[in-house]
Nanobody
Framework: QVQLVESGGGLVQAGGSLRLSCAASGRTFSSSGMGWFRQAPGKEREFVATISWDGRSTNYADSVKGRFTISRDNAKNTLYLQMNSLKPEDTAVYYC?????????????????WGQGTQVTVSS
């Protein structure tokens, strides 16, 4: 069992930066593939980024590639999402998710555990 709690969201102007954190409890974080997803009002949840258990493999949605960086600190049981050059279209609730397996995946159905989400609002 893994419990996930996101933090770091807020209101930022376009072009600004935020770093999201996801604190995980449970023994399996260090062996779990992890991901970030987001959901804007009236839209479906979409993939943002994913990372393998050891941090060596990452993958990003085209819309955030070059602006966002996913990372993890297994010693601290924490997942991060550094978001730079934010745009109004990045406005959404951001969720972190954990898999019961070691690799990262881009589809939400591959994840077993989800956090409650943190709101990110980018003003123009």
């Amino acid at each position: 069992q893994v419990q996930l709690v996101e933090s770091g969201g807020g209101l930022v102007q376009a072009g600004g930066s935020l770093r999201l954190s996801c604190a995980a409890s449970g023994r399996t974080f260090s062996s779990s593939g992890m991901g970030w997803f987001r959901q804007a009002p009236g839209k479906e949840r979409e993939f943002v980024a994913t990372i393998s258990w050891d941090g060596r493999s990452t993958n990003y949605a085209d819309s955030v590639k070059g602006r966002f960086t996913i990372s993890r600190d297994n010693a601290k049981n924490t997942l991060y999402l550094q978001m730079n050059s934010l745009k109004p279209e990045d406005t959404a609730v951001y969720y972190c998710a954990a898999r019961g397996r070691s690799g990262g995946r881009t589809t939400s159905t591959a994840y077993d555990y989800w956090g409650q989400g943190t709101q990110v609002t980018v003003s123009s």
